[in-house]
């Protein structure tokens, strides 16, 4: 089996999910079924959000640790950063699992052709450019909830799970909804550690648990 190299810390919290996710999603009956796994939880990564290319080579000197340390496949739990995903796979010369098309043809799968995400200003034009490549209508949110969602967003890094950020995450995650959505991918891998497929009436896609199971296929493979 393959050795799979994890680019994490893009929060904590989130790369320790999507390890779990990665667990459940493995067929095992005995410790050895499972796959190898290298990770660099890095919180010290520039925020992903911000205005210049600094966290490029930081993650890319992360993709060369992890390649010289074991990994022969890497995953970046962290959908924003996927913006700087040619410098990981350039630095590195490591195949890299992709988040962001993985989720967008999950939603395609599951036959919406309306599909609202959950993400950071710069993941939803990833997300925007995938989708539309694939003949999918992209759904956002106005300016208003995309801002409510990134004060969440924050609140959740900064350790706040209460029910009254999860009240409010659902209640954006409805919009899209009610915008028109057919299905809602959490596109943020911070979303889904308050919200749930039980807060929707419309399919929700995790992106971190597609990665989980994308990764082990292709370890497994």
Known sequence: MKTLGVLGGMGPAATLDFLAKLQAATPAARDQDHIRVLVDINPQVPDRNGED????????????????AGADVLAIACNTAHAYADAVRDASGLPLVDMIGIACEAAR???????????????????????????????????AKQ???????????????????????????????????????????????????????????????TLAERCVAVCRA
């Open 147 to 209: 801002e409510w969602f990134m004060s969440l967003l924050y609140r959740i890094k900064g350790g706040d799970l209460g029910a009254e950020v999860q009240d409010e995450m659902a209640a954006i995650a409805r919009s899209l909804a009610q915008a028109g959505a057919e299905a809602v991918i959490a596109g943020c891998t911070e979303a889904p550690l308050v919200l749930s497929a039980e807060d929707l009436d419309i399919p929700l896609i995790d992106a971190g648990q």
């Open 109 to 143: 799968r599951g036959g919406a052709t309306r599909v609202g995400v959950l993400a950071t200003g710069l993941a939803l034009g990833l997300y925007a450019e995938r989708l539309t490549g694939m003949g999918l209508e992209p759904v956002a949110l106005s300016k």
């Open 53 to 68: 290319d600094t966290p490029g080579p930081v993650l890319a000197a992360m993709a060369v640790g992890l390649r010289d």
